[in-house]
């Protein structure tokens, strides 16, 4: 493996443990419950630590992103889109995908993909909750394509869109760490749902006060979930997702609100 393809991965990861178009200067007037309609909210983000200088030799290390939130009427299930780029669109992209029940409980479809440069690759797992299976397409620059199905987990499976909006739909309850598993990059890891104390949070010329929730490893597992992610969530019925901390101990993501589209 290359030390482009490792720099690849590793920024991949950090994307993608997560946890987006610039920029109203009042950015919560649009705001809209969980579950109603239709949501964007937009993002900056930004790479910071000892990674991000050398992920800054192939990759950029800020730039903008969306978070995309539909409701379906007709089969009641909720569909969620993270795309991530630089301010320069043509650099590349990378997007996460889900397709989830409606209380945020189980992911009935995951995607995650990026391209930078030459570099590509991208991988959409369907869950078979019916059947107990999961079905897995994976495809790249470097490997090309590769189909898997395997016996699905006897726990309903969530990954990491799932399980912001799950934190969205049931904040008030979080008031004690909750066990969870997070599905991601192909992996299921068990892991803590838990507060994380509260903050104001500056918008631009808007302060929020905002709910921190950590999703961390349980104990004696930090070596296969390493870091935190810490979303904080706007304290009133919109639960908004103002800031979202990736951690990790070589590199952090940080991703602030910037504006929002409300409801169809």
Known sequence: ???????????????????????????????????????????SWKLKGALSWIAGLRFPTSGVGALKTVESGGNHLVDSQLLITSRKSSDGFY????????????????????SWGSSHRNERTHFDYLKRLV??????????????????P????????????????????????????VFSDGKLYTVVFAPAGHKTIGLGSTSVAALGYRISAVPNAQKKFPGDVVVWLSNDNRRLPVRIEVQQSLASLELNLQSVDGCS
Not at 6 to 35: D, I, N, T, Y
Not at 96 to 110: C, I, N, W
Not at 157 to 179: H, S
């Open 95 to 114: 997007l996460y995908q889900s397709q989830m029940d409606p209380s945020g409980e189980k992911t009935l479809m995951t995607f995650h993909g990026y």
């Open 135 to 152: 079905r897995t397409r994976k495809e790249s620059s470097d490997d090309g394509v590769e189909n898997k199905v395997k016996p699905l």
């Open 154 to 181: 006897p726990q309903d499976m969530r990954d990491v869109l799932t399980a912001i909006y799950y934190l969205r739909q049931n904040a008030a309850q979080i008031t004690a760490p909750v066990q969870s598993q």
């Open 1 to 43: 493996m290359t030390l482009t393809r490792r720099m690849a991965g590793g920024f991949v990861l950090l994307l993608s443990l997560l946890l987006s178009s610039p920029l109203s200067a009042e950015p919560l007037q649009k705001g809209c419950a969980p579950g109603l309609g239709s949501e964007e909210l937009h993002y």
